[in-house]
DNA sequence: TGTACATCAGTGAACGCGCGTTCACTGATGTAC
DNA sequence: TGTACATCAGTGAACGCGCGTTCACTGATGTAC
C-alpha cells in the first residue's frame, strides 16, 4: 500500500509473503503457518518463496526480526516520552511491551511462541537485543535515583519487570488457560508493577 | 513401574502413551508430538492409540490433565507447608510453580504451551482451577494482614504472582528468546517477589 | 527508436514423507457352565 | 478341571492429505548497442 517497489513480477513478494505469514500465525498459531498456505496468499506458487527465503524457518525468522524492530522502536518511543522523568519511562516501557502484544499479535507469536530461536541466529540477536537494552536503560537510570546499599541490579529489575509483562500477555491478555481474566490486563500490569516500584521505594506509600 | 496391572495386552498402554507423549513434548517441544511416534514409542500400532483416546488432541489434554493434578498437589504442599504464616505459604507456592516447570517440563508445556484449551474441556478446567485456587486462598490470607484501605484484591494478588512466575519460566527459564537467563531463575523470582512483596507493606524494608 | 540479448521472478509438475484416522481382522484373556 | 464362548486390546493394511522442497522451464522486465 505504502511504497509500491513493483519488482519484477509481483512487485514485492517478499513482504506480501511476511506479511501472509503473519496473518496465519495470528489467526491460527505458531503451528497454523505453513509456507504453502502463505504462498497461496500471496497469490503464488509454493516454490516462489525459494527465491526470497531458504525455506520456512527463515520465512518466520523474518516475521520475527521485523517484530523485534518494530518492538524496539515501540520501546525506545516510550522511553523517550517518559523523559525526564526516569520513573515515567520505565512505566512506559512496561505499557509498550503490553500494547505491542496487543497490537502485533502476530509480530509477537512469531517472536516469542513459534520456536524461532534467537541464539541460533545472529540478525535476530541483535535486532531483539536492541529491544531489551532500552528496557535496561530504563532500568538503570531508575536505579540511580536509589541509595546505593538498596539498589538492586539493573538487569534484574529489567528482568523483573520483562517477566511480569510477559506473564500478563500470555496468561491474561490471550485466550490460554486462564479462562477468562480476572481483570484487564492493563490494569493487572499498571497494578502489578506499581506495587513492585513500591517494593523498590520508588514510589511513596500512599493509597 | 509400580502397579503393573497388566491388562489383556499391554498392561497399561493408555498410561504408556501418555509418558510417550510427554516425553516427546518435552524433547521437542508441542509440535513435536505425533500420535504415530508416540504409538511407535510405546511398542503399539498407531491404531492401538484409539482404543484409549478420542484422537491426538484428547491425548495431549490427558497430559495436560495429569500434569495440573500434579501441579495442584504441589500447590497445595507448599501452601500447607508455610502455614500458619500466611507470608511463607504464600512465597511457598511461588516457589512451587518454578520447582514444578523445572522437575516436570512436559506437563508444563502440555498445559501452558500445547494450545490445549481448558475452557473446552470441563475436565480439564476442573483440575485446573483447583491449582489456581490454592494460589489464590494463599493470597486471600495474606492479604487478611493488611489494613482494609490498602488491600489489592486477593484474585489480583495471585495473578501478579501467577504472571511474574510464569513469566519467569517462559523467559529464563527455558532456552527461548532471553539468550540466556542473567540470573539463576529462582533467584529472579525469588527477589521478584520479594520487592513485590515489600511493595504491598508486607515485608519490612530492611535490606 | 529498434533489436538482440541477459536476467531472474515466478511456474507447474513432481517427489517422498509422515501424518491422523478408518476398518475388518485376530488372537490372547477372562468367564460361564 | 475342561470346554465353549464372549470380550475387546492391539494388528496391519490402506486412505487421502498437505506438507516442504527440487527442478527444468518460461516469459516479462531491464539493458546494451
Given at each position: ?35 504453502s498456505?502463505?504462498a497461496k496468499?500471496?497469490g503464488v506458487t509454493p516454490a516462489a518463496v ?158
Amino acid at each position: 500500500m505504502t511504497t509500491k517497489k513493483r519488482g519484477y513480477h509481483h512487485g514485492n513478494l517478499r513482504q506480501a509473503l511476511v506479511e501472509a505469514a503473519l496473518e496465519l500465525i495470528e489467526e491460527k498459531g505458531p503451528t497454523g503457518f505453513t509456507l504453502s498456505e502463505a504462498a497461496k496468499q500471496a497469490g503464488v506458487t509454493p516454490a516462489a518463496v525459494y527465491r526470497h527465503f531458504a525455506g520456512r524457518e527463515d520465512q518466520i525468522a523474518e516475521a520475527a526480526r521485523q517484530g523485534y524492530e518494530i518492538f524496539g522502536d515501540l520501546m525506545e518511543h516510550a522511553y523517550e516520552k517518559g523523559r525526564p522523568s526516569a520513573l515515567a519511562s520505565f512505566e512506559a516501557t512496561g505499557r509498550a511491551y503490553l500494547a505491542f502484544a496487543r497490537k502485533f499479535p502476530g509480530h509477537y507469536i512469531s517472536m516469542f511462541e513459534s520456536g524461532v530461536s534467537i541464539t541460533r541466529n545472529p540478525d535476530l540477536a541483535h535486532v531483539a537485543n536492541r529491544a531489551f537494552a532500552t528496557l535496561e536503560r530504563a532500568a538503570t537510570e531508575l536505579m540511580a535515583g536509589l541509595p546505593e546499599d538498596k539498589r538492586p541490579p539493573a538487569r534484574m529489575v529489567s528482568a523483573h519487570v520483562w517477566a511480569m509483562s510477559h506473564g500478563v500477555v500470555e496468561l491474561f491478555s490471550r485466550g490460554s488457560p486462564g479462562t477468562r481474566s480476572p481483570f484487564p490486563p492493563e490494569d493487572l500490569l499498571e497494578t502489578g508493577i506499581g506495587i513492585y516500584l513500591r517494593g523498590l521505594g520508588l514510589i511513596k506509600p500512599d493509597a
